[in-house]
């Protein structure tokens, strides 16, 4: 058992356990912190709160008595606490804080942190700036107003004086069109943490958000956290829960981590989806639990428009030690994303009873920027997964979504409309109480998927599988206990791949170029 450092504040730390768990440790570990048990813990990722600033701490880690590791660290210097309380801000549940929290915000010096002591905090929008941190005391609950006239406008796009550029400040799957500020937004901002053991708390419901979801009433729904422009962001321990629409949204930003945080939304909310990172470079996603009404994680880069004009693929994302549960899918791609995502790793998470494992969703039209390149799959557990892998080029999203030109088999010329999946690769899955399909993999037949290479997979199915269909386009069948499907791939390696129970054949490959399988 190793023992890791992963991340510290002035008052917080995070260490990952790695006794071979995913998500959770193989058994309960008792942590003492500088020689004093103050836990036991079941997960890999664990964060430590209540720290004091400047202070080195020894943390050593303990099964049944006998001692397994340690780790230390220093926690950072802090000038001053700026409690919210102290500017106005009562926590009551009642009256709106947003003004005297934002005030705090602002007044916030570099190398010190806003408190929010425990109590709800009612707020519309509020606005981080650089330096800043934010901690969120255990039973601290930030609650969102519903009211569309309380919250600011984002205008979808701004032209410049001079007519050759424009700014780009609201954004709706894909699209720059006008929204609602986020209820925890970032414009342009860098180096900011927020952290700690309370919630923010969106306060969506059908009787208001996510009622008449997709219809734009003043502007379209806010995320729960947006950043634009961001660099160096930090979420750290923080409850994320009823989200208007996508919860956490970073959009054109840069290195930023997610450690440790828990987002919570109905099963039944519409498009309340995890964290979706758009046209963003080196993030990390470590230790998070998700559980909601759509994709857990979905990372896009634009519609048509974004992707061709700013050319900036969603780059370098690495995802681990977390757990799906109840989404569509569990890491989706697509299906904006014109602009492209390269280099993603997923690896040692568990994904339970999400509609798809890895889901990529594709059309004609996304533009032949729209290039998805080395995305990794590998030490995956999953459980009741309806489909664990599907690869969809024909999703039948947008207007024009079911048109002959996005939904033919025929082949097409390749233009500039025309996307591109490369290469894949599936590692070590161990994937039970399958219901729909083992895979379902479906290129365009005039560019091709170039490379799926699937290793020390093992597929079964649950005894009562249910019956649906493995992707959202036309012509696809509903299903049960369907073994892979493999259309349009240039090369297909299955090395050690395991399939059993299915009904009909574990294999149907139709215009497969290369097959290797040992």
Known sequence: MEIRHIMHTARSATIEIADGG?????????????????????KTITSLFDLKPDQKYVVEAYVNGEKQGEVSFKTDYEYVTLDVTRFGAKGDGEHDDTHFIQAAIMACPVNSRVYFPAGIYRITSLFLKSHIRIELAEGAELKAFTDREKFPTFPGMLQSYDETDEYNLGTWEGNPLPMFSGIICGIGAEDVVIYGQGKINGNASKENWWKAPKVMNIAFRPRLFFISGCKNVTLQG????????????????????????????????????????????????LGVRFSLGDDCIAVKSGKIYMGKKHKTPSENIHIRQCLMENGHGAVTLGSEMAGGVVNLTVEDCIFRHTDRGLRIKTRRGRGKDAILSNIIFRNLTLDHVMTPLVVNCFYFCDPDGKTTYVQSRDVYPVDDRTPQVKKMVFENMDCTNCHVAAAYFDGLPEQKIEEICMKDISISYAADAKCDVPAMSDGVEKSSKRGLFARNVAKLTLDNVKIEGQVGEAYELEGVDELIQR
């Open 238 to 285: 923080v409850t994320f829960c009823n989200s208007p629409s996508w919860t956490l949204h970073p959009y054109f930003s840069n290195d930023l981590k997610f450690i440790g945080v828990t987002v919570q939304n109905p099963s039944d909310s519409p498009n309340t989806d995890g964290l979706d990172p758009e046209s963003c470079k080196n993030v990390e996603i």
């Open 22 to 42: 995913r998500y959770f440790t193989k058994q309960p570990i008792e942590l003492r912190l500088n020689g004093e048990t103050i836990l036991t813990t079941e």
